[in-house]
């Protein structure tokens, strides 16, 4: 599985999923830090990537065109090191959602 994180999420978050096994990368790695959600959105269809983000914005194009899934972590304003310890705790079953095919993975 191959994960496309963000621009407002942790770098350190596309390097913990690769040490999970997953392909990661962060929208910075790829020169597309100032992007837009369509760009993103795009990249991520033609790499069958799962888009990573706090952007609701994510959510409404999933929800109404399908596409790439999404996993959209709603977590507020937090720290990188809750937001990263959240991403670990729920990992198991993020995968579980994202190989029983739902298109938006909600996380709070």
């Known amino acids: 599985m191959i994960f496309l994180?963000?621009?407002?999420l942790p770098r350190r978050l596309a390097a913990w999923i690769r040490t999970q096994g997953?392909?990661?990368l962060h929208v910075r790695e790829m020169g597309l830090e100032s992007a837009s959600d369509v760009a993103i959105w795009?990249?991520?269809?033609?790499r069958g990537a799962?888009?990573?983000?706090?952007d609701e914005d994510f959510s409404v194009i999933v929800r109404s065109t399908g596409g790439p899934q999404v996993v959209w972590l709603r977590?507020?304003?937090c720290s990188n090191?809750?937001?990263?310890?959240?991403?670990?705790?729920?990992w198991p079953q993020v995968l579980?959602?994202?190989a029983s095919d739902v298109p938006l993975i909600e996380l709070r």
């Open 50 to 54: 799962v888009i990573v983000s706090k």
């Open 96 to 98: 579980a959602e994202l």
């Open 75 to 77: 977590l507020g304003n």
């Open 42 to 46: 795009t990249e991520a269809a033609a």
């Open 22 to 24: 997953h392909g990661a």
């Open 5 to 8: 994180i963000d621009q407002h």
């Open 81 to 90: 090191d809750r937001l990263m310890a959240r991403v670990a705790e729920a």
